[in-house]
């Protein structure tokens, strides 16, 4: 028996995958929302997202249809600002790969109808612009942080209708309030705000303004530079960010490392060269991504215990053999971690006889 060149290859493997232009949002109904304004106010944020403006469409994940939740709701407080919060790597949001998570509840503050959040675009101190910094694209440090909403469907001293629901994502995309007389708030760029207009009852019909107690709105975000009220303009800055917080669910847990099975072989040359009898053996590997190569082991003679021989990084090897015959088998190695030797034998043959 002789051992072959030992040859290990090493794998190096990397992709290259395009930036994802959809927002996943996905909705959870708390006890006590009233889980059908739930879905109509969530299937609204396909409605009111300025998808043509944006190059950014919103995708509600699971049809579309909110998943009852409750524990997965985290609360805080910052100063006078409402934290809505969640694990990032809660299994919900994981499964669903939601960039945006709304949560529907029961009014939690008295006259407070939703709430949300960007830390990281935002300064933490209202009437500040924040910080954007798309390095070299996308500016994804919110998708640990700021991708929680919350929205009342009912309760106390808040008149809640959909709008609430597209005006707190527009939160987390770094748009603004109206800038006076409202309070400001926090935004992210000096223009981020909704139109202002001096009339309450017209300036309340835009998306993002503070206040929602008028019966009509225009319901879109407000587009005006030059007023510094260009909430879009913001939404269309960050947005391709928010689609990327999560691209897509986990990997499926991999496969581990198996022996390998069902190995075989054939006799390919007598004496070729003399004395030896070359064999191609191969083998099955049932998770091969597992396997970083392969430990050849002989019996010779049969009866012999089993030596290590020689590594080969594919799943087959010749085999060559002289004097007494010998038993074959194989394991798969992940660096130093083994598996145990494969179930089946190869019976290797020396058939050059007297080939001295
Ligand atoms: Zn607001």
């Not at 990032?88 to 994981?94: C, E, F, M």
């Not at 202002?196 to 709105?217: L, P």
């Amino acid at each position: 028996m002789r051992a072959l060149a030992l040859f290990i290859s090493c794998l190096l493997s990397f992709s290259v995958r395009a930036l994802d232009t959809e927002i996943s949002v996905l909705g959870l109904v708390l006890p006590g929302a009233d889980a059908n304004k739930s879905a109509m106010w969530l299937a609204s944020l396909e409605e009111f997202w300025p998808s043509s403006s944006t190059g950014i469409t919103i995708k509600l994940v699971n049809g579309g249809v909110p998943i009852p939740g409750q524990t997965q709701l985290q609360l805080g407080i910052a100063g006078s600002d409402l934290l809505v919060a969640m694990n990032s790597d809660d299994p919900i949001r994981n499964q669903h790969a939601a960039d945006v998570v709304m949560f529907f509840g029961r009014s939690f503050i008295q006259g407070v109808c939703g709430e949300a959040i960007q830390r990281n675009w935002t300064s933490l101190n209202d009437g500040i612009p924040g910080i954007f910094i798309p390095a070299p694209l996308i500016d994804t440090l919110g998708s640990e942080d700021s991708y929680a909403v919350i929205v009342a469907t009912e309760g106390v001293n808040c008149l809640s209708f959909e709008e609430v629901a597209i005006h707190e994502l527009g939160h987390l995309f770094g748009a603004g309030h109206v800038e006076t007389p409202e309070t400001t708030g926090k935004y992210l760029k000096a223009d981020s705000h909704a139109l202002h207009i001096d009339n309450i009852f017209v300036r309340a019909k835009t998306i993002m303004a503070e206040s929602f107690y008028t019966g009509i709105q225009t319901l879109n975000f407000s587009t005006q530079p030059s007023t510094n009220t260009d909430n879009l303009g913001t939404l269309s800055t960050t947005a391709l960010s928010v689609a990327n917080y999560r691209t897509a669910p986990p990997p499926p847990p991999p496969c581990t490392l198996s022996p390998p099975q069902n190995i075989h072989g054939v006799i390919t040359g007598i004496c070729t060269p003399s004395p030896w009898t070359r064999h191609f053996v191969t083998w099955d590997d049932s998770c091969p991504s597992a396997t970083s190569f392969y430990e050849i082991w002989a019996a010779q003679p049969i009866l012999n215990p089993f030596n290590f021989e020689f590594y080969t990084a594919f799943s087959s090897t010749e085999v060559f053999v002289f004097g007494e015959d010998a038993l074959i088998k194989a394991r798969a190695c992940e660096f130093f971690n083994c598996t145990s030797l494969g179930l089946g034998v190869y019976l290797a043959s020396s058939q050059c006889n007297g080939g001295f």
